[in-house]
């Protein structure tokens, strides 16, 4: 038997003042859109903003369903968006912020698995990594500076 052992690095900052300017930009941005996301089941929003290569910036939130498989996850209504509008520029960065109505949350959210192995295949595609930026609605943010931090052993097209 062989074990392996798995190291991810992550930076967190204390609070959104930390980040560079252009991060805190985008961040106010995915704020923004997170505020107008649509959960009136799970009253969890969601905002992403996305910066791309050429420098447009991709919104997206959290869609519900009454059916809830059916809705969307902040995350890959923004990635997808980007992939159908852009879809021969790269991602640079995806931030994230996260906000309950029922408590306030501090706790840095980071991507569900769904929306990481979405991550992942844009990440594999431009074969370049993408830094992700994740927090709750105030307190501590975690940078990642790849998806591959948060998903290892990643499922991608080389398998197929």
């Given at each position: 038997?062989?074990?392996?052992?798995?190291?991810?690095?992550?930076?967190v900052y204390?609070?959104?003042?930390?980040?560079?300017?252009?991060?805190?930009?985008?961040?106010?941005?995915?704020?923004?859109?997170?505020?107008?996301?649509?959960?009136?089941?799970?009253?969890?929003?969601?905002?992403?903003?996305?910066?791309?290569?050429?420098?447009?910036?991709?919104?997206?939130?959290?869609?519900?369903?009454a059916c809830?498989?059916?809705?969307?996850?902040?995350?890959?209504?923004?990635?997808?968006?980007?992939?159908?509008?852009?879809?021969?520029?790269?991602?640079?960065?995806?931030?994230?912020?996260?906000?309950?109505?029922?408590?306030?949350?501090?706790?840095?959210?980071?991507?569900?698995?769904?929306?990481?192995?979405?991550?992942?295949?844009?990440?594999?595609?431009?074969?370049?990594?993408?830094?992700?930026?994740?927090?709750?609605?105030k307190g501590?943010?975690?940078?990642?500076?790849?998806?591959?931090?948060?998903?290892?052993?990643?499922?991608?097209?080389?398998?197929?």
């Amino acid at each position: 038997m062989e074990e392996i052992e798995i190291k991810t690095v992550l930076q967190v900052y204390d609070s959104f003042l930390e980040l560079p300017k252009d991060v805190q930009g985008l961040m106010k941005q995915a704020v923004f859109v997170r505020d107008k996301a649509y959960a009136p089941y799970s009253k969890f929003l969601v905002g992403a903003a996305i910066l791309l290569e050429n420098g447009e910036v991709v919104l997206g939130n959290n869609q519900e369903n009454a059916c809830y498989p059916s809705g969307l996850c902040a995350e890959r209504t923004a990635v997808y968006y980007a992939g159908a509008n852009f879809p021969d520029v790269a991602i640079v960065s995806i931030v994230i912020s996260a906000k309950s109505l029922q408590e306030v949350l501090t706790t840095p959210t980071p991507p569900c698995g769904s929306c990481r192995q979405a991550i992942a295949e844009y990440e594999s595609k431009q074969n370049s990594p993408i830094t992700i930026y994740f927090m709750g609605e105030k307190g501590k943010v975690v940078k990642s500076s790849s998806l591959a931090n948060l998903l290892p052993f990643v499922f991608d097209n080389s398998y197929l």
